[in-house]
């Protein structure tokens, strides 16, 4: 709820500090006397548009702060904590510093924020309900929200919510099936020509290392032979250089105990030597006849390394990575043959999730229009007090194209009134007067006052054009919504002002700084001879007193 507002150089107002309270609170004073600044100031806090003209003439700047109590869980909190600006304290200050040039700045707990998100977070704190004004509860869009919160919808819009989000999700995957099984589908031939290439290829890791050398062994294959003959000729002339080290071995044998120990090592390297020199002889021989100089050979292994190359090239991968390409796209071949199966599958899927979607929304349909006949009934029995008896209130709901459905179902809710017999319904703010407006919100917010969750509400001369009976119903229909909210009405009628718990009179007097509004909170007795004035005018007699005394005294009836 408001708790206080501070004002500094708007207008007519030098500096003002008033302390809000509970319940039903009037503002009364003469025309002109500068009621509507004190809303201008307020709406200011509240994100409004800010207008130079609102800088109090000779000064530099206008400032507004707004001090609100706000519960646990109200939807401020939210806001705050999405924009990471820290929500741990009881009070939220709104701060509005308005230049004389036209530009302004906002505050929130004295932190900068955008117009934008102070307007957001004030409507949430407060609703305003003026003559002329574009008010919340005439803002379509708000409708549906107000009936399902009047109905008390919440487990059918939470379901309707949740099979939305599953049909949502079913649609996007079977969407998705389908582009990728076009595409699959699109590049079939290709995918399967390429298959086709690498398993005709048959490519295997290390394959192209392998060839590659084979290549270059083949490609000298005469010069290597010729080299491995020769060696092996000089390796084996004479008796050969094996035969030649086991003889010398043998001598060194027959005297190496004479020799203490000192031909052992000798005699190992001549063993050793000796099998090396066998072993390189055999490497020869065996490499030699491995050795192909059939030129059909070299061209086959040629043309089978340089298609590896190329193939390779074409795809963009390495030779090594060509048989794990092949598997991929085989996969991806198998997955189009599937493809057809999945994608009904899915198909299937996202029909069974409409079906629960399109359930679960006409089951809330059903319910809105059960609840948006007890809200016309309630509503219907505020209007006759109202001086609105010939109006005709009615909830429309109606089914919304399949492609505007969402998770709050398939309906479009809409707030109509007929104000005279025969005519036309239409939307309330478009076919009423200002006065019949605020008759209107009051009405509505009296039916809809736990439906509507803002805290606190400021009627503005809900009461113009009207007197005696209708507005005796008005004030006591502020008075019972009161109960439940915070009120401030600015008003002009006794009626309503002797049914407030706390009554400010605003007026206007010459000063130093020139012309100025005060606002004051009255004591039984001032607050007597304002209602007195209300009701006689400018001259107030003993009549007018006691007529006040009555209505004050009835206040509580």
């Not at 709901?397 to 709050?408: C, I, K, Q, S, T």
């Not at 600015?490 to 007097?509: D, E, I, L, M």
């Amino acid at each position: 709820m408001l708790r206080r507002l501070t004002i500094h150089d708007v207008v007519l107002i030098e500096r003002l500090e008033l302390d809000f309270h509970s319940r039903l609170s009037v503002l009364t004073g003469e025309t002109g006397a500068g009621k509507s600044i004190l809303l201008d100031a307020l709406g200011l806090a509240l994100g409004a548009r800010a207008d130079s003209a609102l800088v109090r003439h000779g000064a530099d700047q206008a400032v507004v702060v707004a001090e609100f109590e706000i519960a646990d869980d109200h939807p401020a909190h939210h806001i705050i904590a999405e924009q990471g600006l820290g929500d741990d304290e009881e009070t939220l200050l709104l701060r509005r510093v308005l230049g004389a040039d036209g530009r302004s700045r906002a505050y929130l707990n004295d932190q900068p924020v955008s117009v934008a998100l102070q307007r957001q977070i004030g409507e949430t704190l407060v609703g305003v309900h003026g003559q002329f004004e574009n008010q919340r509860l005439l803002e379509p869009a708000a409708h549906r929200g107000l009936l399902d919160a009047h109905g008390s919808l919440t487990r059918l819009l939470t379901r309707t919510g949740e099979t939305f989000g599953s049909w949502r999700r079913a649609a996007a995957a079977s969407t998705e099936a389908e582009a990728t099984l076009v595409a699959a589908r699109r590049d079939e031939a290709f995918l399967r020509h390429a298959a086709d290439e690498i398993s005709t290829l048959d490519p295997q890791p290390g394959e192209e290392a392998e060839l590659a050398e084979k290549r270059t062994v083949m490609m000298h294959g005469e010069k290597l032979l010729e080299a491995m003959n020769e060696a092996a000729a000089d390796l084996n002339e004479g008796q050969g250089a094996e035969t030649m080290l086991r003889a010398a071995q043998r001598h060194l044998e027959r005297v190496a105990p004479l020799a203490e120990g000192r031909l052992e090592g000798a005699i190992a390297a001549l063993d050793r030597a000796a099998v090396e020199a066998g072993e390189g002889v055999q490497q020869l021989e065996k490499i030699s006849a491995e050795v192909d100089l059939d030129p059909r050979h070299l061209e086959q292994v040629e043309e089978h390394l340089f298609a590896l190359r190329a193939l390779a090239r074409k795809h963009d991968v390495a030779t090594d990575d060509l048989a794990e390409l092949g598997i991929r796209l085989a996969t991806r071949l198998a997955s189009i043959e599937d493809g057809g199966a999945d994608l009904k599958r899915l198909q299937a899927a996202e029909a069974a999730a409409r079906v629960d979607y399109v359930k679960a929304a006409t089951a809330l349909s059903e319910a809105r229009r059960k609840a948006a006949a007890r809200l016309d009934a309630a509503v219907a029995g505020e209007l006759e007090p109202l001086r609105l008896g010939a109006a005709v209130f009615t909830t429309q709901v109606e089914l919304l194209a399949e492609d505007e459905w969402g998770e709050a179902g398939s309906d479009r809710v809409a707030f109509r009134v007929s104000t005279n017999p025969g005519a036309p319904e239409g939307p309330l703010a478009r076919i009423s007067s200002g006065g019949e407006v605020a008759r209107f919100m009051l009405a509505l917010k009296v039916v809809l006052a736990r439906a509507d969750p803002v805290p606190t509400i400021i009627f503005d001369e809900v009461d113009h054009g009207v007197g005696g009976a209708v507005a005796a119903a008005i004030g006591l229909r502020l008075a019972r919504l009161a109960e439940d909210f915070q009120v401030l009405v600015v008003t002009h009628s006794p009626q309503v002002a002797a049914r407030g718990a706390h009554h400010w009179q605003v007026s206007k007097a010459t000063a130093k700084a020139g012309v100025l509004t005060s606002v004051d909170a009255l004591s039984e007795t001032a607050r007597r001879e304002e209602i007195a004035r209300m009701l006689s005018g400018t001259r107030i007699t003993d009549e007018a007193r006691s007529a006040a005394d009555r209505l004050l005294q009835g206040q509580s009836k």
